[in-house]
């Protein structure tokens, strides 16, 4: 299983680029952050035609988050649980990762509500799954023979997100922090505090959870170009680290470095001063994975082919794989 994530920096003005990436790496999950577009301008007709599915939660001008996916999404929960905010920055949603899994989640499951009005919005599915659910009749029928013979009721037999086919994702966008001084930062810093605490919840429920996404936080000095020139700013500010590593502590490992990679390995560069051609970069795109799922990672890498493009996203790919 390929999980994905990829701070694009507008999606109307990346699309084309994230449609040949699909089409070139055949992710089976792609997170995506600052697609900086309403959700009635999402481009699903595009996706679906190259055979993916798509939640997304979107805005214009800023923000916005999108999970990309061959099977589809179920369990989708829209905007942080517990934490009041307008800016569109988590997004969650449940994958099948086996065979078994994949038929029994053909049906979409409507959203599920998470307590606050963020996660009421109607989840947003493809055609093609709820076309699914009318063809299979008879993989019903042979399903519920076997069921009788194994004395085992219908609930009892149904998948749960305790089940080893089930993994969790969750795509987040971290709020930048502006400057130490800030009450943008302080906002950080707080978002960060309500995501550690939902997530220790997330993780009873699911334990294959993975989470993916635009840190904006810079974990180490290895992740810094120059680190002195960075000392005490926004992204690698002793606050925002311990927010990382606070997530660490719940579990979550840095699948890039269960891993051994070359030296100043980065996912950011600024537009300004030739930063990619000078490799002044920052490593602040992470996917961090719960321990059954680190367990079965057999690499993580960062894609900077894309980076090299016209008109590219000043953020480029990061990829996980998983065994099974």
């Not at 449609?19 to 952050?33: F, K, R, S, T, Y």
């Not at 009450?183 to 309500?194: C, I, P, Q, V």
Request: proline residues 6%; aromatic residues 8%; hydrophobic residues 40%.
């Amino acid at each position: 299983m390929k999980l994905v994530t990829w701070n694009v920096n507008s999606l109307k003005v990346r699309l084309p680029q994230v449609l040949d990436w699909l089409a070139a790496n055949q992710p089976d999950v792609l997170c995506l952050q600052e697609t900086k577009q309403e959700d009635s301008q999402f481009p699903l007709d595009a996706l679906l035609q190259a055979g993916y599915q798509a939640v997304f939660s979107g805005q214009k001008t800023y923000n916005g988050v999108a999970i990309i996916s061959k099977v589809a999404a179920t369990e989708v929960v829209y905007g942080l649980p517990g934490f009041p905010d307008e800016q569109k920055r988590l997004i969650a949603a449940t994958f099948a990762s086996d065979s078994n899994a994949k038929v029994k989640q053909a049906c979409p499951e409507p959203s599920r509500r998470g307590g606050d009005e963020q996660t009421t919005q109607k989840t947003k599915v493809s055609a093609h799954a709820n076309f699914a659910c009318e063809v299979k009749p008879a993989m019903a029928a042979v399903a519920t023979v076997l069921e009788a013979r194994q004395g085992a009721s219908e609930e009892a037999n149904a998948v749960s997100p305790m089940q080893s086919g089930r993994i969790r994702v969750v795509c987040v966008y971290v709020p930048n922090g502006q400057s130490v001084d800030s009450d943008k930062y302080r906002y950080k810093l707080a978002w960060l505090a309500a995501l550690r605490e939902w997530l220790k919840e997330e993780l009873v429920r699911y334990p294959k959870l993975a989470l993916l996404g635009d840190y904006n936080i810079a974990p180490e000095d290895r992740d810094v170009h120059d680190p002195q020139a960075w000392a005490g700013n926004v992204l690698v500010s002793e606050p925002e680290r311990a927010a990382f590593h606070a997530l660490e502590q719940l579990g979550l490992r840095d699948s890039f470095r269960l891993f051994g990679h070359p030296e100043k390995s980065y996912s950011w560069w600024d537009y300004r001063m030739m930063a990619f051609r000078r490799n002044m970069g920052l490593r602040i795109d992470h996917i961090q994975l719960s321990a059954p799922l680190a367990q079965n990672c057999t690499g993580c890498a960062i894609d900077r082919a894309p980076r090299k493009l016209e008109r590219p996203s000043d953020h480029t790919p990061v990829v996980a794989e998983l065994a099974g």
